[in-house]
């Protein structure tokens, strides 16, 4: 089994899982959401500078649920991590 491990460029340190299952919704040029999809943060130990990587679900605006998806999360607004 291949792992795939991500570093620090900073601190040349191996960094680690902070959360698994971040939700981040893509916003287009225009503000409007694009894409939703659930990845992991991922920490530095020694600077504390942090990623979400390591997408999986993916859904686009054209997919079916999407939108009540979006308004679901943000009614609930945990952690909904919004990205341009």
Do not use: W
């Amino acid at each position: 089994m291949n792992t795939i491990d991500e570093f620090c460029v900073s601190c040349r340190r191996k960094m680690r899982v902070a959360k698994v299952g971040q939700e981040v919704l893509e916003l287009d040029e225009r503000g409007e959401p694009y894409r939703l999809m659930t990845g992991d943060v991922l920490r530095c130990p020694e600077c504390d500078y942090k990623v979400v990587t390591r997408f999986g679900n993916v859904m686009a605006r054209h997919d079916k649920g999407f939108a009540e998806s979006v308004a679901e999360l943000r009614r609930l607004g945990i952690g909904l991590l919004e990205v341009v």
